[in-house]
């Protein structure tokens, strides 16, 4: 029997349920999945962006009910401090929880426009102009993190950022953004690991689809 249960909804536009498990992963809690169907409402509402309070992911454990992708993290530091989550050093924890934040609670336009879909793929996708804005900043995010780092992770070590910035990751292969070769490479590793693996083939298998986040062309 799992220790803990983490409510999720659909893995192919979930990427607040993305986060949430990720970070479950890395931290190497024991945990059973939960998932949400996506035609139940406050699911909907969360995957299509029409709901300020988003309650999934929900993490229970050891009589503790957490909802919040960034308290989720910061519960998961503190009852498995040896994974990582946050950096070692005072500076770069400071840094990392800043970034994540920004990646929290910002972004609008991308989320808005490049939504989580793993099923899709659209080659020469057009980006708006304040979309790119959002890109744009994401990738200098990226760039100073390795920079200071010397990768292969932002922090050098996989940390809670690395699992907040891969639903964006997935956001620019879905959507065919160009990225330079150090941020392509960085984004390549995500899609390559074994968690992201395990989820993408479980969100490819899902049989329901949401019309409101489907491109056609």
């Known amino acids: 029997m799992a220790k803990a249960t983490l409510t999720i909804s659909s893995k192919n536009y979930s990427s607040w349920s993305l986060r949430g498990w990720l970070l479950t992963k890395f931290s190497g809690l024991e945990f059973e999945e939960i998932i949400t169907a996506p035609d139940d409402a406050s699911a ?3 995957i299509l962006l029409l709901s300020s309070s988003i309650l999934v992911p929900c993490l229970r454990h050891d009589g503790v009910t957490v909802w ?4 989720i993290a910061d519960y ?3 009852v498995m401090p040896d994974a990582g989550l946050l950096p070692a050093d005072r500076i770069l924890r400071a840094h990392c ?3 994540c934040g920004e990646i929290h609670s910002g972004f609008t336009t991308l989320r808005a426009s ?3 879909n793993l099923k899709g793929h659209f080659p020469g996708f057009k980006i708006w102009s304040r979309a790119q804005a959002d890109i744009d900043r994401v990738c200098t995010i990226w760039r100073e993190c390795l920079a200071k780092s010397g990768g292969p992770f932002l922090y050098g070590e ?4 690395d699992a907040m910035y891969a639903p964006v990751v997935t956001r620019f292969t879905t959507y065919d953004v160009k990225l330079e070769p150090r941020l392509k490479a960085y984004a390549d ?3 390559a690991m074994p968690e992201m693996v395990e989820w993408i083939a479980a969100a490819k298998a899902e049989p329901a689809d949401i ?3 489907e491109v056609e062309y």
């Open 76 to 78: 998961l530091n503190e």
């Open 158 to 161: 996989r940390t809670m950022a």
């Open 211 to 213: 019309e409101e986040l």
């Open 68 to 71: 919040d992708t960034l308290a």
């Open 114 to 116: 490049l939504p989580v």
């Open 97 to 99: 929880r800043s970034i």
């Open 189 to 191: 590793m995500i899609m």
């Open 44 to 46: 909907r509402a969360e």
